[in-house]
Structures are given as structure tokens and as C-alpha cells.
């Protein structure tokens, strides 16, 4: 079964500071791996996207893939309460068009 | 960028009648939908994906009778819940991809069967 884990958290940071996000996969030939932030009671909205080994960066956001560790991360840099959100990743294998979600992981941001 | 339409976004049913969810996309043709439920603080579940004039694809343990899925056109795929029971109560919540677009969540139906 192909699974995908995030510490459900929740993750406290302090105003200005970097929140860390991580996960991990459990498929090998997992291709294609997304950061979706997600409001209460609100669907996921695509933050970024990452195809390959290395850093991906835009704006204050950082995704960082390892396949060979099969870890994939979300570094938000300068953190703002309206970062406080259910941070889910997400991950797509082989040549099958859907999506693996992780439990999500809740990030609070304290002023 | 691409625009996924949702409706309605909250229903409330009784037990044992049937809610029709509708998924559009507005900006671009959606050639697979996928349908996703949501408990409160867990993921999403795939319950389902669906390609344009085709039958539905569903996971293990979805009922495919209880949870009719028709993507009738490149724009829109509709899912209803028949004889609603309250724990069919959930977020709903659909994706299309199509082209170079992605993934693209529809703005989410919250379910309550009372």
C-alpha cells in the first residue's frame, strides 16, 4: 500500500521565523510530489510542486526532494499568522494520474 | 489560471434522500475528474476518478451504488449521494487535470445528512 506520512502536529513558530515541514513516501518510483495548504473548512490550494532531487524555491517557500531518502520538505521562510494552516503532501507514482495525500500537518504561527 | 466550480458548497439533506454535487471546469477541458471526501482533521480519500464518457474508477471500499459518479462532458462531472445516512456526513471535494494545468480542487461541498 503506498503511504505517505506528516507529523500531524501541530507545529508552532513564532512570527518571522522558518516552519519546517516534512515527509515521507513510501513508493520508490514516485515521480511528481506537491505542497497543498489548506484553510479550515476550505479545499487544498497547490503551494508547490517538485519533480526532482534538490531545492526548489518561490518566494518564501522551499521544497526540497530526496528520493533517495524518499523525503520530501516544505521550508516557509519569515513566517506570517496567515500561514497558519493543514500543510499536505502529496504524492503521484509511476503513470497513475492520481494523488497520495498525506494526514497533513497543522501549523500554527504565533505573533 | 485554471478555475474548478464546486456547487453547492454546504447541503443539508434528510436521511434517505438523494444530494447531487456538481464539479465544473470552467477555463479548460477536464479529460479526468477525481472525487475526494474529507472527515474532520484527516486527509483526503480518493473515492474515485473519472474520465470524460467513461465509468467511474472506484477505490476499495467505496460503494460504486451509493455514490454515483457520471463525467458526462470535458466540463463537468457530477457525483450524488444515494439514500444519504448521517454518516455520509463529509467535506466533498473534487479535482480535475487536463493538459497543462494540473490538479485543480474544486472550493469543496460540506455534507450534513440529518
Known amino acids: 500500500q503506498k503511504e505517505v506520512e506528516q507529523n500531524s502536529g501541530p507545529l508552532s513558530v513564532p512570527e518571522g521565523a522558518i516552519a519546517s515541514l516534512n515527509c515521507t513516501y513510501s513508493?520508490?518510483?514516485?515521480?511528481?510530489f506537491f505542497w497543498y495548504r489548506q484553510y479550515s473548512g476550505k479545499s487544498p490550494e497547490l503551494i508547490m510542486s517538485?519533480?526532482?532531487?534538490g531545492d526548489k524555491e518561490d518566494g518564501r517557500f522551499t521544497a526540497q526532494l530526496n528520493k533517495a531518502s524518499q523525503y520530501v520538505s516544505l521550508l516557509i521562510r519569515d513566517s506570517q499568522p496567515s500561514d497558519s494552516a493543514t500543510y499536505l503532501c502529496?504524492?503521484?507514482?509511476?503513470?497513475?494520474?492520481?494523488?497520495?495525500f498525506g494526514t497533513g500537518t497543522r501549523l500554527q504561527v504565533t505573533l | 489560471g485554471a478555475v474548478v466550480s464546486q456547487h453547492p458548497s454546504r447541503v443539508i439533506c434528510k436521511s434517505g434522500t438523494s444530494v447531487k454535487i456538481e464539479c465544473r471546469s470552467l477555463?479548460?477541458?477536464?479529460?479526468?475528474m477525481f472525487w475526494y471526501r474529507q472527515f474532520p482533521k484527516k486527509s483526503l480519500m480518493l473515492m474515485a476518478t473519472?474520465?470524460?464518457?467513461?465509468?467511474?474508477?472506484?477505490e476499495q471500499g467505496v460503494e460504486k451504488d451509493k455514490f454515483l459518479i457520471n463525467h458526462a462532458s470535458l466540463t463537468l462531472s457530477t457525483l450524488t449521494v444515494t439514500s444519504a445516512h448521517p454518516e455520509d456526513s463529509s467535506f466533498y471535494i473534487c479535482?480535475?487535470?487536463?493538459?497543462?494545468?494540473?490538479?485543480?480542487f474544486g472550493s469543496g461541498t460540506r455534507l450534513t445528512v440529518v
Open positions: 477555463d479548460f477541458q477536464a479529460t479526468t
Open positions: 513508493d520508490r518510483v514516485s515521480q511528481s
Open positions: 517538485i519533480y526532482s532531487n
Open positions: 479535482s480535475a487535470t487536463g493538459g497543462a494545468y494540473g490538479y485543480t
Open positions: 502529496a504524492v503521484m507514482s509511476g503513470t497513475a494520474s492520481k494523488l497520495t
Open positions: 473519472s474520465n470524460e464518457g467513461s465509468k467511474a474508477t472506484y
